[in-house]
């Protein structure tokens, strides 16, 4: 089973031997179209290929919201600033605080304890089994810009 990766934009040739539609989510990432795409949901192959630019203010870790996906593994570019992940895996049996919405492919748990700085350049890959928190500061709270993508395929997944 996959797990997360962590990495510079700048080696996501490494990566071509993952799912094709992350390869073409990096390949994306990589391009300047994605560096001009507004704020705002972009759908880039109708529901397969989803990109959702952010820009907002980091926030304290005691208001981390810690979630993972079943339908789509998340693609996190940060373009601009620094932030910090909450990390973990459905093996670490955090507490869910609300179960599995197939509409919104979202399950929320309790807090973790693992954390991650990402800074400008570098992408992360979450996959269904990893439990993450973004948008954390990483000691003030300070400006990002994201691009994240939810790239759909058949993970193979089936945990409640």
């Known amino acids: 089973m996959q797990t997360v990766i962590i990495d510079e934009l700048a080696n996501q040739h490494f990566y071509s031997h993952c799912h094709p539609a992350i390869t073409r989510a990096l390949q994306f990432l990589a391009s300047p179209a994605a560096h001009e795409l507004p704020t705002g949901k972009h759908r880039l192959d109708s529901d397969a290929l989803i990109a959702i630019v952010e820009e907002y203010q980091t926030k304290q870790p005691t208001d981390a919201v810690w979630e993972s996906h079943r339908k789509y593994v998340d693609v996190q570019y940060i373009v ?81």
């Open 80 to 160: 601009r600033g620094e932030e910090a992940f909450g990390l973990a895996r459905t093996s670490d049996n955090l507490a869910i605080r609300t179960p599995y919405s197939d509409e919104r492919d979202v399950v929320f748990y309790g807090p973790g304890t693992q954390r991650f700085v990402a800074s400008a350049g570098m992408f992360l890959v979450f996959f269904p089994q990893d439990i993450h928190a973004p948008g954390l500061a990483v000691n003030e709270p300070s400006p990002v810009r994201k691009i994240v993508m939810k790239v759909r395929g058949d993970w193979g997944f089936n945990q409640d």
